[in-house]
């Protein structure tokens, strides 16, 4: 028999103690990750998920692009940056409210203002470069500030706010080197961040290089558009003046649709890689994109270019409300572009067709008959105390709220009835998507009896939701306000879906 020693018996036990104690801690962690509260149930996210910043910027849905510089006075598109600073010369002060006020008329919830556009010419009084308004050609135009009359008149209406400021600057001699970025085009941004702390949005476009003045050199310069902006610098720098302010395009934090039409895809993920090509991807996204970068779309409300040109008109109210469908209603933005005049206003036959467009929007999307059906759902998620998932939570008019299923369940019928006949031509669906894009095919169903039932839409591809989608019920985007159909009720299926299903409102029109 082995003889243990009483020292060596006490060194022995206080080892098994130790493991013992380790073992424990080991279990309770494993145990403690296994027993997160979680006592409303609450579904856990799809990823990726967007950035607060981003979820606030996707409810601006619809918001205005205002270019006017000093291409409104040449008649050009793209100056070469060698234009006489004379030649900016408003025949009135340019009016930016009156701007934002045909906006607000038009439903749109804020908009974008050129400053600075590939010529170079800053619309404001800069440190960083003789070429802007204060060396102008008349006291309008040196007089002029444009970040500082948007924001103050944004500010007044009520409306969200922010600028385009052109990375490219054919001005510039600088252009090209890296003096450009950090003495010019980085302090341009955080000149602009000061003129109001809740923008929005700051614009890059994607032109970049090519041609131009340069300082009087000409010639070409071409740039690295992946790393020549120090984009990560920038956008610190900007998001810790303005939190809310996404960087759109070069500055990755939303991106551009692909086309110039005012359309996007009828599948459109908001997730992406980083590799994509806009013009390929942009109006579709990707699925199983492995970060949030939500498509806006950039669409011109007049026939002839960005900037304001002599005989220029304005598109139909219809065309702009069919843009709608097809831009908001896919779960993008829409920015669409108003050109103001020499006089540095929206010309009369601009504010005619925004506001005729502003009221088809509300005469055809603005009366929700979803609040007076009775809705209900096949599936219900168990919720708790704080929280439930009830259909009812998608028409409570709270974006907080949101009827879910449980975990695994990916399909799940919605049904909207009425006890009168209701004529309808429009369903619109939101996801919560604060935890993730996930839908992946629907379709949707009337009936006139609530027994027969006929599928509506068969030619659309009722695919993803996103953040917001608005079906026409007779497939048409061109033609969506017709007759419409005589129903007592709507369903939604959903066929498929990246996890549980959430929707935070069905609506009706
Ligand atoms: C493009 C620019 O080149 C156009 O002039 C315009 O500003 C458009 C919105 O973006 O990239």
């Known amino acids: 028999m082995m003889i243990i020693s009483r020292n060596k018996r006490v060194i022995i036990l206080a080892a098994a103690a130790i493991l013992c104690l380790g073992f424990a801690h080991a279990q309770n962690l494993r145990l403690a ?79 974008i203002a050129v400053v600075k556009h590939h010529d170079g010419f800053c619309l404001w009084p800069t440190e960083t470069t003789e070429h802007n308004v204060t060396n102008s050609g008349n006291d309008y135009g040196r007089e002029t500030n444009i970040p500082r009359d948007f924001a103050a008149a944004a500010k007044e209406l009520d409306l969200k706010y922010g600028f385009y400021i052109s990375p490219w600057d054919r001005n510039s001699a600088l252009y090209g080197t890296d003096r450009y970025v950090k003495e010019v085009f980085l302090r341009q941004c955080a000149e602009l961040a000061e003129y109001g702390t809740d923008q929005f949005e700051m614009w890059f476009d994607g032109a970049n290089g090519g041609n131009g003045y340069y ?166 998620r168990q919720g708790g105390a704080a929280r439930n998932y009830v259909a009812t939570n998608m028409t409570d008019g709270d974006k907080e709220t949101y009827w879910a299923t449980a975990d695994g369940e990916t399909a799940a019928t919605i049904t909207l009835t009425w006890e009168t006949e209701q004529t309808v031509r429009y369903v619109e669906l939101m996801e919560y998507i604060a935890k993730g894009q996930r839908v992946r095919k629907f379709h949707i169903e009337t009936s006139a009896d609530g027994v027969e039932w006929t599928r509506r839409a068969t030619n659309v591809e009722t695919t993803t939701v996103g953040y917001k989608r608005i079906v026409p019920l007779n497939g048409s985007t061109s033609a969506s306000y017709d007759e419409g159909f005589k129903v007592k009720a709507v369903r939604i299926i959903i066929e498929d879906s990246k996890a549980c299903p959430l929707i935070s409102k069905v609506a009706v029109y």
């Open 33 to 111: 990750k296994q027993t997160l509260p979680n006592p409303d149930n609450e579904p856990a996210p799809v990823h990726p998920v967007p950035h607060p910043r981003q979820l606030k910027w996707q409810e601006t849905e619809f918001y205005a692009f205002f270019h006017y510089g000093m291409n409104t006075y040449t008649g050009r598109e793209w100056g070469n940056g060698d234009e006489d600073r004379n030649i900016f010369a408003p025949t009135a002060a340019p009016n930016p409210k009156q701007w934002l006020e045909v906006a607000k008329a038009a439903g749109m919830r804020g908009g």
């Open 215 to 380: 300082g009087g050199q000409g010639g070409t310069r071409s740039i690295d558009r992946a790393t020549y902006y120090d984009v990560p610098n920038l956008r610190d720098t900007i998001h810790r003046v303005c939190p809310d302010c996404v960087m759109w395009g070069v500055g990755g934090e939303a991106r551009w649709i692909g086309n110039e039409a005012g359309w996007a895809g009828q599948t459109n993920w908001s997730t992406e890689n980083r590799d994509y090509a806009p013009e390929r991807n942009g109006m579709y996204g990707t699925e199983d994109g492995w970060f949030w970068l939500p498509g806006e779309s950039d669409a011109k409300a007049t026939n002839r270019g960005w900037f304001w040109h002599d005989g220029e008109s304005p598109l139909s109210p219809e065309r702009l409300f069919q843009m709608y469908l097809e831009t908001i209603g896919r779960n993008a933005t829409l920015i669409l572009n108003i050109p103001p005049n020499q006089a540095g206003v929206l010309p009369q036959a601009s504010v005619d067709a925004l506001t005729g467009m502003g009221t088809l929007v509300t005469n055809r999307l603005g009366t929700d008959l979803a609040q007076t059906a009775t809705v209900t759902a096949d599936k219900v």
